[in-house]
């Protein structure tokens, strides 16, 4: 095939299985844990980061040259298309030393509007959530699978993510426990993982604090296609990081809204 | 094969299928989060709880009509062998209702000292975690792997699991943070499948309270057999249920006991 004759997702998903061939060797390995590691000789985290974001990389050096690209490892490099490549090849390395599979590789594809096409990959559990302009589905251990948010219109009703519990700075942390407060039910500790589980119909709300650019735009490209929405605290677009309310649909985002923009 | 070529670890693999293939169709279903299912007249978690209580003591009725039950859905049954199975169908219905791969299936088997064999299963991720006197193996997306918990011995490279920031009660909530203050990492949400990554050699302590027995007979077992150890927060047996310290190893045990039994 030809670089023309494969899609954008095509692209993705070629990126999506380099980083995971890369990640899973390193993934629940003896050595994560060993003081070997706290010594600062060897660290299997930041091996797999750099070879899963390498591995993207030589994807789109072969099949997108003239995109940009934006990563975690490897800074900005520069492209001709005006379209960026943002990736975050391991997000959630405390969730990825743990042991859990919460963590994921995200890639998302944005032009001066921000994320239009993104996948959350989890490597260990094989499930891979994509949305786009055609698209919004999730493959893993159950097959393939539309992505559709929920029609949840009130907080009483709500399912709500966030990673930790004292989320950000202190007012940050108030913010969610506004909103926390007013849910059916808050969990925590999965990483880019509660994004997915939003795009896939099964939570309402993930609030986080202190993100980068690459930690949310393939959240907000996954959530938009499944019907969702994404932006920081005051309603405003959220690709460039920070704070991020993401809601299964405009309803439980304003009510979710309202209480973190209080003072 | 007659009942009695059967091993209980062969035994608990067919409850462990059985419960699986009983779960499953109810797990990540879009009635999960609906409005139907607050009305009060149809809850696919219990569905799926009580269907897959009744398929593993299905399996007890025609290979182990001997031994006892005790079941979180449909309580105990006297045996006469001395021996009881112990079962948690979901164990982390609020992670199953959020689609979360952290609720399991608990199986374990007991006699007059506590359990001595246990299976931990999470049915979406395809993983089993098996402890007893002659195993101590999970299988999983990568294949079959011993079960070994990790060396460390200092709070200060432990990292810490609990399911929920609150614990317990305030004084349970205290003597968590006591823990969480020393440790290098504190992660939240996982369920039962914490326990698990403790008997993988992927995280150091789970501290819990308020669980009933059949929360968890199956976890003392996996751990004990992968070289860990799990007491109450005294330091006694947790068998009972109550509150929880699973442990790695002895050093890194008593190092959060003593933390834990102060006022």
Not at 186 to 208: F, K, N, P, S
Request: proline share 5%; with cysteine.
């Amino acid at each position: 095939m030809t670089q023309a004759a494969l899609s954008d997702l095509d692209v993705a998903h070629r990126m999506a299985d380099a980083a995971r061939a890369a990640i899973l060797p390193h993934f629940r390995t003896s050595s994560l844990n060993t003081e070997n590691k706290l010594a600062g000789g060897f660290d299997p985290v930041t091996v797999a980061d750099r070879a899963a974001e390498q591995a993207m990389r030589a994807v789109l050096a072969e099949l997108r040259p003239q995109d940009g690209i934006l990563g975690e490892e490897f800074g900005a490099e520069a492209g001709s298309s005006g379209r960026t490549w943002v990736l975050d090849p391991i997000d959630g390395t405390r969730g990825f030393i743990s042991g859990t599979p919460t963590w994921g590789v995200l890639i998302a594809l944005a032009d001066e509007n921000g994320p239009f096409l993104g996948v959350i990959d989890q490597p260990y559990t094989g499930e891979r959530f994509c949305g786009g302009p055609e698209t919004a589905t999730m493959t893993g251990p159950l097959g393939e699978r539309p992505l559709q948010t929920l029609g949840t219109a009130a907080l009483a009703d709500a399912i709500l993510f966030t990673t930790f519990p004292e989320v950000g700075t202190a007012e940050e942390r108030a913010g969610f426990e506004r909103v926390s407060a007013r849910a059916k039910l808050t969990r925590y500790g999965m990483d880019c993982y509660a994004y997915a589980l939003v795009a896939a119909g099964q939570a309402d709300l993930v609030i986080e604090a202190g993100l980068n650019a690459y930690d949310i735009q393939a959240p907000i490209a996954v959530i938009q296609a499944a019907g969702g929405i994404v932006t920081d605290w005051q309603g405003n677009p959220a690709h460039n990081g920070g704070r991020a309310l993401a809601a299964a649909n405009a309803e439980i985002h304003a009510a979710a809204l309202e209480l973190l923009r209080q003072p």
